[in-house]
């Protein structure tokens, strides 16, 4: 559950804009599903003309009364509101249990009062899914109590935070978001780069980006490689250097090449996830940063085309690789300093298939590319990882991976088939690992990346048997659904929805 605090100043205006249409027309039936008082009594009607106007004033009256009695005591941005949603994937509640939710979260921010205080008025509203597909539900709560004292809040989002992994557990919801334990967090996509790629049909900008950065940190040995492979892939590139030193490169940006005569849309690297921050990939290479000439003359990494026949021979090897990669890591205890590089490695390989599989940035590979690396991600002030012979490995991967480009027919698909099915078992052990590490956040983000993929391991045990020449790469494959069942037996119930 994923809670957004805003504040505000008119609650008449807030509930126009619950009531109305939405920025997309995405509010559907909007009602009260919870409130301070009795639904019934607080929900606003229809004007009788038309049937399309809400009557809202009533309502509004009654959230505004402690405030005005609170008169020049009263807290200036004294409306606030929170938005809780579910991840898309999660799929609906019914009506009954978002009310549920709506007071119990209330409660536990403190809004409800207690025997040596009044409590605040409030009301949970519910409508259609959010432009993203996700179901949720807004609260609006005035910052003053019943008898006119005024609410000063502190930390309120911090605790609203708190709040919801408590509201997680007592509900049975999934814990998708490690940021919230301490990782590095990930930007979210603004409502304009959602609209942008809806009208084109593609994926967002800033996905397609921290998909193609994050594949060419696959295997790359150093700084100047890992510059060169993100302009191979055909991405703009730009350092920004230290005001006090220009030759000293402290950022960069990243933007796909524009068609026609637009301009291009930059992205700095922390904006596409918080582990591709310039200062936390300069933690995998312990020797000093290149000068900002290199950067700004950095070659493209050579570019091989290979035929089909060793295209396949690279992906057939590539699985094999991966298999055996798989049962060491499911031999790792929890805790072992090979965990934090090889999880990174396993998310920037996942990347780098999801390139190969599904070039356009849209498919199960790169849903569950996108959260393993939220469950790859490492603490904000984390140190560098140890050394790991499996993310060495994984890497050494991901390099002739990198050769290949796509499958040109039928016959290539069903060969690279089977190295998706060897790196869908890599992610099913990782959550695996992660669920008995006790990393709720980070096992629940790694579930949902083998959820994404485990119609593609259940393809896979027919197909690349049947289907591949050569070496059996796709021997001891497990019954799918035990598989799902050692993730999270709710993520792929989920899923379906």
Same mark, same amino acid.
């Given at each position: 559950?994923?809670?957004?605090?805003?504040?505000?100043?008119?609650?008449?205006?807030?509930?126009?804009?619950?009531?109305?249409?939405?920025?997309?027309?995405?509010?559907?039936?909007?009602?009260?599903?919870?409130?301070? %008082?009795?639904?019934?009594?607080?929900?606003?009607?229809?004007?009788?003309?038309?049937? *399309?106007?809400?009557?809202? %004033?009533?309502?509004?009256?009654?959230?505004?009364?402690?405030?005005?009695?609170?008169?020049?005591?009263?807290?200036?941005?004294?409306?606030?509101?929170?938005?809780?949603?579910?991840?898309?994937?999660?799929?609906?509640?019914?009506?009954?249990?978002?009310?549920?939710?709506?007071?119990?979260?209330?409660?536990?921010?403190?809004?409800?009062?207690?025997?040596?205080?009044?409590?605040?008025?409030?009301?949970?509203?519910?409508?259609?899914?959010?432009?993203?597909?996700? %179901?949720?539900?807004?609260?609006?709560?005035?910052?003053?109590?019943?008898?006119?004292?005024?609410?000063?809040?502190?930390?309120?989002?911090?605790?609203?935070?708190?709040?919801?992994?408590?509201?997680?557990? *007592?509900?049975?919801?999934?814990?998708?978001?490690?940021?919230?334990?301490?990782?590095?967090?990930?930007?979210?996509?603004?409502?304009?780069?959602?609209?942008?790629?809806?009208?084109?049909?593609?994926?967002?900008?800033? *996905?397609?980006?921290?998909?193609?950065?994050?594949?060419?940190?696959?295997?790359?040995?150093?700084?100047?490689?890992?510059?060169?492979?993100?302009?191979?892939?055909?991405?703009?590139?730009?350092?920004?250097?230290?005001?006090?030193?220009?030759?000293?490169?402290?950022?960069?940006?990243?933007?796909?090449?524009?068609?026609?005569?637009?301009?291009?849309?930059?992205?700095?690297?922390?904006?596409?996830?918080?582990?591709?921050?310039?200062?936390?990939?300069?933690?995998?290479?312990?020797?000093?940063?290149?000068?900002?000439?290199?950067?700004?003359?950095?070659?493209?990494?050579?570019?091989?085309?290979?035929?089909?026949?060793?295209?396949?021979?690279?992906?057939?090897?590539?699985?094999?690789?991966?298999?055996?990669?798989?049962?060491?890591?499911?031999?790792?205890?929890?805790?072992?300093?090979?965990?934090?590089?090889?999880?990174?490695?396993?998310?920037?390989?996942?990347?780098?298939?999801?390139?190969?599989?599904?070039?356009?940035?849209?498919?199960?590979?790169?849903?569950?590319?996108?959260?393993?690396?939220?469950?790859?991600?490492?603490?904000?002030?984390?140190?560098?990882?140890?050394?790991?012979?499996?993310?060495?490995?994984?890497?050494?991967?991901?390099?002739?991976?990198?050769?290949?480009?796509?499958?040109?027919?039928?016959? *290539?698909?069903?060969?690279?088939?089977?190295?998706?099915?060897?790196?869908?078992?890599?992610?099913?052990?990782?959550?695996?690992?992660?669920?008995?590490?006790?990393?709720?956040?980070?096992?629940?983000?790694?579930?949902?990346?083998?959820?994404?993929?485990?119609?593609?391991?259940?393809?896979?045990?027919?197909?690349?048997?049947?289907?591949?020449?050569?070496?059996?790469?796709?021997?001891?494959?497990?019954?799918?659904?035990?598989?799902?069942?050692?993730? %999270?037996?709710?993520?792929?119930?989920?899923?379906?929805?």
């Amino acid at each position: 559950m994923i809670p957004k605090v805003t504040y505000g100043t008119r609650v008449r205006g807030l509930l126009e804009y619950l009531w109305g249409p939405g920025k997309v027309e995405e509010h559907v039936n909007p009602h009260l599903v919870a409130g301070y %008082d009795d639904v019934s009594l607080l929900a606003p009607g229809r004007h009788d003309r038309d049937g *399309e106007r809400w009557s809202l %004033d009533e309502l509004a009256a009654r959230l505004d009364a402690p405030q005005i009695a609170a008169g020049e005591r009263g807290v200036k941005q004294y409306v606030w509101q929170c938005s809780l949603s579910l991840p898309a994937h999660e799929g609906q509640l019914d009506d009954a249990t978002w009310g549920r939710i709506a007071a119990r979260f209330v409660a536990e921010m403190g809004f409800t009062g207690s025997p040596d205080r009044a409590g605040c008025r409030w009301i949970a509203v519910r409508h259609g899914l959010s432009a993203r597909g996700n %179901d949720h539900v807004h609260l609006v709560v005035t910052l003053a109590t019943e008898d006119g004292a005024p609410v000063w809040l502190r930390q309120d989002k911090r605790r609203s935070q708190q709040v919801a992994d408590l509201i997680e557990d *007592e509900f049975g919801l999934g814990k998708w978001t490690p940021g919230r334990a301490g990782a590095t967090r990930r930007p979210e996509l603004t409502r304009p780069e959602i609209e942008r790629a809806r009208r084109v049909d593609q994926a967002p900008d800033r *996905e397609l980006l921290r998909r193609q950065v994050r594949a060419a940190l696959a295997g790359a040995g150093n700084e100047a490689e890992w510059v060169a492979r993100m302009r191979t892939a055909g991405l703009l590139v730009a350092a920004r250097t230290a005001a006090t030193d220009r030759d000293q490169v402290v950022g960069y940006a990243v933007a796909l090449r524009p068609a026609g005569a637009s301009k291009p849309r930059w992205y700095a690297g922390r904006s596409l996830d918080g582990d591709l921050s310039l200062p936390q990939i300069r933690k995998r290479w312990p020797d000093a940063p290149p000068p900002a000439s290199q950067w700004k003359t950095a070659d493209s990494a050579e570019s091989t085309t290979l035929r089909g026949e060793d295209r396949m021979a690279v992906w057939r090897s590539s699985a094999a690789a991966l298999e055996a990669i798989s049962g060491r890591l499911a031999g790792v205890a929890p805790g072992s300093p090979q965990w934090p590089a090889a999880a990174r490695a396993s998310a920037e390989l996942l990347a780098r298939v999801a390139a190969v599989t599904e070039p356009s940035g849209r498919g199960p590979v790169t849903r569950a590319a996108d959260a393993l690396a939220r469950a790859a991600a490492p603490p904000r002030r984390a140190p560098a990882p140890a050394a790991s012979t499996i993310a060495a490995e994984l890497g050494r991967v991901a390099n002739a991976l990198m050769v290949t480009g796509p499958a040109r027919d039928g016959g *290539e698909a069903a060969v690279l088939l089977a190295v998706v099915v060897q790196a869908a078992r890599l992610v099913v052990a990782l959550a695996e690992l992660r669920a008995a590490e006790q990393q709720a956040h980070a096992a629940g983000a790694a579930a949902r990346a083998a959820a994404h993929l485990m119609p593609l391991l259940a393809q896979g045990a027919v197909h690349v048997e049947r289907d591949v020449p050569g070496p059996r790469v796709a021997r001891k494959e497990p019954d799918a659904a035990r598989a799902r069942a050692r993730v %999270d037996p709710a993520v792929d119930q989920q899923t379906q929805r």
